[in-house]
């Protein structure tokens, strides 16, 4: 859905920032498929997106990622930009309970470097503002994977 204004796509915005405490932001991109030169498709980026993310909640809740669904907050919206030539993912999360911005920003890189269709670019900052959504949704709410959407559960 493209917004008919800036203003409304303001206001989702705003909606996604009251979903979560979100604390940290990042953005990955990945890289071309080795046998073919080619660049990654949607479902692929969805696809390695979705492994990091349970990788993240495996290295913060372990086993209790799968046996009691803890997982932190999450969302990411997936572009591909200069003429579908630059596939990347803008995210933001929030912090489990025992861990710090430093440390899961080493948890985020460590996890990120075990998948290899994820570029070495892996740009971590703080959350400060819904503004981040605002940028995040430039593109329109149709790149934002809304079946991805995952509040806190720990």
């Not at 917004?3 to 909606?15: H, S």
């Amino acid at each position: 859905m493209k917004f008919a204004t800036d203003a409304d796509r303001n206001e989702y915005a705003q909606w996604l920032h009251g979903l979560a405490e979100w604390r940290i932001t990042f953005t990955l991109t990945f890289t071309k498929i080795k046998a073919t030169g080619d660049h990654r498709s949607v479902s692929s980026v969805v696809h390695t997106t979705r492994h990091l993310i349970r990788l993240i909640n495996r290295g913060c809740f372990g086993h209790g990622a799968v046996r009691k669904g803890y997982c932190v907050a999450s969302l990411y919206v997936v572009e591909f930009g200069y003429g579908g030539r630059h596939p990347h993912v803008h995210a933001s999360i929030s912090l489990p309970p025992d861990y710090d911005y430093h440390s899961m920003c080493r948890l985020i890189h460590e996890k990120a470097r075990k998948l290899h269709s994820i570029d070495q670019q892996i740009h971590l900052q703080k959350y400060t503002d819904f503004g981040w959504l605002d940028y995040c949704l430039k593109t329109g709410s149709e790149c934002l994977i809304a079946e991805d959407i995952c509040q806190a559960n720990h």
